[in-house]
């Protein structure tokens, strides 16, 4: 609501009271001419009463009714005793001051003044002489006289009032000037000084707005440092948060936050939990969370494009004025779930499996004790199985060996490279691989260009295509095919990776089989795959190995028809 200038409260109150002044003045000024008017009238005519009584005496005239009129409308009257006239006024007049009257005549519309006076000696003594005045002309004086004065008055009431404005302006000018350079100041204008006014009161406020103005700078700057620290702490944090108010409106909300809920965190500021997030599992923790005193936890399901598990942890908030709020943190765990299953099915699958061959050679060796051993035959064949198992047991645990120090390289990022021709890494892999597949009757076939190189671990990188050759020679029948190709990938005109395939003309590979087919142990078929001798650790190898490089592993099957495994690998390395 707009307020008031100083300048013009002031000069309201001064021009308040000169008005006053100025009314009261006027009525006195009026009522003592009037006075005045009528006293130096009334004199006037007692001088005339008082020359007539006079010549009276003098003339010795004693004529009844002789009346004198003078030129200014004065008219002078002699009224003796023995008149019945004069006999009234003596009943009413007696020696003594004059008697002054004054009546209004309603034919001539004016004023008349009277003095009546006895004759006290003489001749005409017990007459009376009276003296009548028609005031019209003296009151249009007076008149004329009052509105004189009064436009006098205006005008010295018009020049206080502006020197009254004036002074006040000149009083209130620092004020003015104080107040501006506060709002100034508050509106945090740069380069504004603050004056010190030549009054102690005003001097008193200005030092007092210098020091909180100080204050406020201090204040802002740590509350600007603080905002910073936990803007930066919320940014940075790979937990989400995200804190509503009573109502549950979204007060504030983490970058991390917003991505799990799948928010614009600008935009989500400001707007209710209820509208923003369509998961009314989260809608009834933030309840929760406000309405208990005592911490409150709990898992959640988010569905979307990815499924996501979360660990929310809530805290209510009271602010000083009692109002409510929450605090929910929000963790994603469904990598850590998803890491939790895939150990116990890992520690599941490897007791499984270091299991069998274990309990295959005990039973074998405890067939031997038994007396087996006494026949040859027998014993022969059962060292024979025990041989393979152990085999089996030792091929195991060189695969977790193998695959355990990849992940070391892998997380440490120190998997050693040499740039090296792939035509030859294709050549040892193809001569490596060839004699087994000549035992199925499999043709094996490599193609490379002889000039494209990259930065790769040759060792790893043959393990991992002697892997794949392996199983595509194991689930390939005789007479089929198998070819291993390297061709360069290129991007924004460079070649900047290479892509190695192989691809068989197997029994092919279910679509429902695809997304797992490279977890630790995991068999299509599982007798089929002991059978020939396979740990379920090969692929899980190679998926490692591509990983190390910085590339990856993908794979395309049409069951009866084959499969292509694909790695891709940058050229210049996985650092750079």
Known sequence: MPRTRLVWQFFAALAAVLAGLF??????????????????????????????????????????????SGSDGMVVEFVAADTPAGAAAAGSTMAGPPRRTTRFDTASRQRVLSVTRAVESGPASGGQVRVTLQAGSDDKRLARDQRTLLGWQVVWGLAAAALGYLAISRLTRPVEELARTATSLADGTEGVTLKRPESRELASLSAAIAALHGQLIERGLTIGRQGTQQEAVLGSMIEGVLAIDSRQRIVSINATAAELLGLDAAGAVGRPLQDAVDNADLRRFALLAIDCRAPVEDDLLLRGPRDR?????????????????????????????????????????????????????????????DGAADDPDDSRRFLRIIARQADRLGAIIEDLLSLSRIEQQEGAGSLPVERVALATVVDNVVADCLPRARDRAIELAGECPPDLDAAVNAPLLEQALINLVDNAIKYSDSGRRIWITVAPGSGAGAVTHVRLAVRDEGCGIEAEHLPRLFERFYRIDKGRSRKLGGTGLGLSIVKHIALAHGGTVAVESTPGVGSTFTLVLPRDGATT
């Open 23 to 68: 009314v009261a003045g006027a009525w006195l000024a009026s009522v003592s001419l009037g006075r005045l008017a009528d006293a130096a009238a009334f004199r006037r005519l007692e001088d005339a009463a008082a020359l007539a009584i006079a010549t009276l005496d003098a003339g010795g005239a004693s004529t009844p009714h002789r009346i004198w």
């Open 309 to 369: 598990t979360l660990r929310v942890r809530g805290t209510a908030l009271r602010d000083v004025y009692g109002e409510g709020g929450a605090v929910i943190v929000l963790n994603d765990i469904t990598d850590i779930q998803r890491l939790e299953n895939v150990r116990r099915e890992f520690v599941a699958n490897v007791s499984h499996e270091l299991k069998t061959p274990v309990a295959s050679i005990k039973g074998f060796v405890e067939t031997l004790l």
